[in-house]
């Protein structure tokens, strides 16, 4: 681990560039009032599961700019039947390929629709280009960010345009966080589940690659004072209706989830014997059909 951070160096920000990012994240245009549907188009053949819709945010990459997803409908009228959207991690690939699919089959079978998506810059969307990534800094990574949110709430205006009757998120790490970014200003938003979520993600990463570097250290406080901090503001969703999970052997994200329970004045938290790529699992045993079943409590039938 000491010689691989040796290798990263810290990409270094001007004083400008970074206070163009913080005045991003605090000013109206971060997360916009105001949301509009997804434009959705499910693809010709198939199984008939798979749409994709334009980015409601687009970018300067175009390949970043066409969401894709899949809806896994529960039965013929699954328009009356309340939606899981499922939200993966930052490389999360195995809950994308192998984990939801099998999460949402759990969901049909308790009555629920559900969607998985890849959030920007994951699988599909990633730049074809590896000095793209070079590119990316706090201002770019800030807008990413929005991107991520308007495009969960474009889809759950999406569904409820359809007419389902409730919608849930449910995300595992950088998807938790976007959720929980989601939860303070969208009250389409019935219910979510919250797994491994950090309170800051991007001030979380700073600390853990360069923990003793102080241009590091200067864009965590910088970046823990604007709303990417979970905490910063409370959810529109009544905090019964948050679940958050941690793992107690979680050394990325640590005490996070314990930490925005405290923030939002204590919605539901539970604690597991895992790590963080366990606690983010699908495959912890009993794990998923324990939190169908807190959803069911909360999402309306019909």
């Known amino acids: 681990m000491r010689v691989r951070r040796a290798r990263l160096q810290h990409p270094r920000m001007s004083e400008a560039r970074l206070a163009e990012a913080v005045e991003f994240l605090n000013g109206p245009g971060f997360i916009p009032v105001e949301s509009e549907p997804a434009q959705v188009e499910f693809e010709a053949g198939g199984d008939g599961r798979h749409f994709r819709f334009p980015s409601p945010r687009p970018g300067e990459l175009v390949e970043n700019n066409t969401v894709y997803g899949r809806l896994y409908r529960c039965g013929e009228h699954w328009r009356e039947k309340p939606v899981v959207v499922l939200l993966p991690g930052g490389a999360d690939f195995h809950n994308h390929r192998f984990g939801f699919p099998w999460v949402a089959r759990q969901c049909n079978r308790a009555g629920v629709n559900a969607v998985t998506l890849e959030l920007p810059y994951q699988f599909r969307r990633r730049p074809r280009e590896r000095q793209s990534f070079a590119k990316i800094d706090y201002v770019r990574l800030s807008h990413i960010t929005a991107q991520g949110v308007a495009e969960i709430r474009s889809v759950a205006g999406w569904l409820r345009a359809e007419g389902c009757p409730g919608v849930a998120l449910w995300g595992v790490s950088l998807g938790a966080w976007l959720g929980g970014l989601v939860v303070r200003c969208d009250g389409r ?80 938290l539970w604690h597991l014997r895992h790590g963080h790529i366990g606690a983010g699992s699908s495959m912890v045993p ?8 807190w959803l069911g409590k909360r999402l309306p039938a019909h």
Not at 210 to 224: G, H, I, M, R, T
Not at 249 to 266: N, R, S, T
Not at 286 to 293: A, D, E
């Open 286 to 293: 009993g794990l998923n059909r324990r939190i169908l079943r």
């Open 189 to 268: 938003i019935n219910a979510a589940v919250m797994v491994s979520a950090p309170d800051n993600l991007l001030a979380r990463v700073e600390q853990i690659v360069w923990p003793d570097n102080e241009d590091a250290q200067s864009v965590c406080k910088a970046l823990n004072r604007t709303p990417l901090r979970l905490t910063w503001a409370q959810p529109v969703v009544p905090k019964e209706n948050i679940l958050l999970v941690q793992g107690d052997h979680d050394l990325f994200v640590k005490k996070g989830p314990a930490e925005i329970c405290d923030g939002w004045g204590g919605p539901e």
